[in-house]
């Protein structure tokens, strides 16, 4: 069966369509494109458009007992603290679409017209969860809220992961040591979720969905329940690091400053000057230079996740809590995502091993 949500009627031919209308029961919509500088045309294509069409179908379907949309956590950044329901959208979908017939792939129109949103995946993802909640019918809706979906803590094995998105790339390039200061708090919480918790409580909401007027919402998140701080992601991330000999330059570190300007002079006095030393030295010497592109690297990710490290939310969870909690000891063993549960030294001992065994040998330059 093959499907693509960016086209009419999903790309689906006749005899798919009616096997899913008539034999599925329950509807996992995470199809979406969650690059932060996609153009916003793009990204209401993929994630606003693509979320129609996925909940048209499902309200279709004879037997649907649950339809269930991951979004994200930072749909409603501007508020500090984020709770477990459905905020009013960033803007009108007429609006949006005028806006973007007026004024295409323009990024810096479209970063004005966001409306406090860091990127148009946010924004995108705000608009559908808002469409979800107003037009889902009578088909059980479930919204679940993963933060920084970060490496596996069991399931199917410790540290598994196969992608570089979320955090992956920023703390692997402090820990080889390329990236030595950030823009934030050091002592800010960083709200990491392993995947097979998100994974877990998307099944149980599934299971307990209901048929109401209002969309059940789950934040999957930590930081109000275990959080961890910055500088102890990178202090256990990096310790991992070096007991391994990965890293790459001596005594990985960051420093978190509040200030972009003394974030940038830092930047230019102790990673930009040096790895221009080095290449002259390489140079010099007949070599090919390597470490100033090395960092145009690494600080492009580093500024690409600025508005994450530079800002800090509380992100409740008491409705999954709640839904953990009714669940039986045998079903808790079975589906464990109670983030009181992890232990952060352990969790990013094991993420620091997965990236290296999972992903690392199979990507350059990251």
Same mark, same amino acid.
């Not at 995108?124 to 479930?142: C, F, I, M, Q, R």
């Not at 099944?203 to 275990?226: G, H, L, M, P």
């Not at 990178?234 to 978190?256: D, Q, S, T, W």
């Not at 940038?264 to 030393?277: C, S």
């Given at each position: 069966?093959?499907?693509?949500?960016?086209? #009419?009627?999903?790309?689906?031919?006749?005899?798919?369509?009616?096997?899913?209308?008539?034999?599925?029961?329950?509807?996992?919509?995470?199809?979406?494109?969650?690059?932060?500088?996609?153009?916003?045309?793009?990204?209401?294509?993929?994630?606003?458009?693509?979320?129609?069409?996925?909940?048209?179908?499902?309200?279709?379907?004879?037997?649907?007992?649950?339809?269930?949309?991951?979004?994200?956590?930072?749909?409603?950044?501007? %508020?500090?603290?984020?709770?477990?329901?459905?905020?009013?959208?960033?803007?009108?979908?007429?609006?949006?679409?005028?806006?973007?017939?007026?004024?295409?792939?323009?990024? @810096?129109?479209?970063?004005?017209?966001?409306?406090?949103?860091?990127?148009?995946?946010?924004?995108?993802?705000?608009?559908?969860?808002?469409?979800?909640?107003?037009?889902?019918?009578?088909?059980?809706?479930?919204?679940?809220?993963?933060?920084? $979906?970060?490496?596996?803590?069991?399931? #199917?094995?410790?540290?598994?992961?196969?992608?570089?998105?979320?955090?992956?790339?920023?703390? @692997?390039?402090?820990?080889? *040591?390329?990236?030595?200061?950030?823009? *934030?708090?050091?002592?800010?919480?960083?709200?990491?979720?392993? $995947?097979?918790?998100?994974?877990?409580?998307?099944?149980?909401?599934?299971?307990?969905?209901?048929?109401?007027?209002?969309?059940?919402?789950?934040?999957?998140?930590?930081?109000?329940?275990?959080?961890?701080?910055?500088?102890?992601?990178?202090?256990?991330?990096? %310790?991992?690091?070096?007991?391994?000999?990965?890293?790459?330059? #001596?005594?990985?570190?960051?420093?978190?400053?509040?200030?972009?300007?003394?974030?940038?002079? *830092?930047?230019?006095?102790?990673?930009?000057?040096?790895?221009?030393?080095?290449?002259?030295?390489?140079?010099?010497?007949? %070599?090919? #230079?390597?470490?100033?592109?090395?960092?145009?690297?690494?600080?492009?990710?580093?500024?690409?996740?600025?508005?994450?490290?530079?800002?800090?939310?509380?992100?409740?969870?008491?409705?999954?809590?709640?839904?953990?909690?009714?669940?039986?000891?045998?079903?808790?063993?079975?589906?464990?995502?109670?983030?009181?549960?992890?232990?952060?030294?352990?969790?990013?001992?094991?993420?620091?091993?997965?990236?290296?065994?999972?992903?690392?040998?199979?990507?350059?330059?990251?």
């Amino acid at each position: 069966m093959i499907g693509d949500v960016t086209l #009419p009627n999903l790309g689906l031919n006749q005899k798919d369509e009616e096997t899913l209308v008539g034999k599925v029961s329950v509807v996992y919509h995470a199809a979406a494109t969650i690059k932060f500088n996609e153009p916003l045309q793009v990204a209401m294509n993929i994630n606003f458009e693509g979320t129609q069409k996925i909940l048209e179908l499902s309200k279709r379907m004879k037997n649907i007992e649950a339809f269930i949309y991951i979004s994200t956590a930072f749909t409603n950044t501007s %508020r500090r603290v984020l709770l477990e329901t459905v905020y009013p959208p960033p803007a009108k979908v007429d609006d949006v679409y005028k806006f973007i017939e007026e004024y295409g792939h323009d990024a @810096q129109e479209t970063k004005k017209f966001l409306n406090e949103q860091p990127s148009t995946y946010t924004f995108t993802k705000s608009l559908s969860e808002a469409y979800v909640a107003k037009n889902h019918g009578d088909v059980p809706t479930v919204i679940i809220r993963p933060s920084v $979906v970060s490496s596996a803590k069991d399931e #199917p094995l410790k540290g598994w992961l196969d992608n570089w998105y979320g955090g992956t790339a920023l703390v @692997q390039n402090a820990g080889r *040591g390329w990236n030595r200061f950030a823009l *934030g708090n050091n002592d800010a919480p960083l709200d990491l979720i392993p $995947v097979d918790y998100v994974s877990n409580m998307s099944v149980i909401a599934a299971a307990k969905a209901k048929k109401s007027s209002d969309v059940q919402v789950y934040n999957c998140t930590s930081s109000a329940e275990n959080p961890i701080i910055w500088s102890d992601v990178h202090k256990y991330f990096n %310790r991992e690091m070096v007991a391994l000999g990965k890293n790459e330059i #001596p005594c990985p570190h960051v420093i978190y400053l509040k200030s972009k300007l003394l974030m940038n002079i *830092g930047t230019f006095v102790f990673q930009t000057t040096p790895a221009q030393i080095a290449d002259f030295w390489l140079k010099i010497t007949g %070599r090919e #230079p390597k470490y100033t592109e090395t960092l145009s690297k690494v600080l492009k990710v580093r500024d690409g996740y600025e508005f994450f490290t530079a800002n800090s939310w509380v992100m409740k969870a008491e409705r999954a809590r709640e839904l953990y909690s009714s669940l039986s000891p045998e079903d808790k063993e079975e589906f464990p995502c109670d983030v009181t549960q992890i232990v952060w030294s352990e969790f990013m001992r094991d993420y620091c091993r997965g990236i290296l065994k999972y992903i690392s040998p199979k990507t350059n330059g990251k």
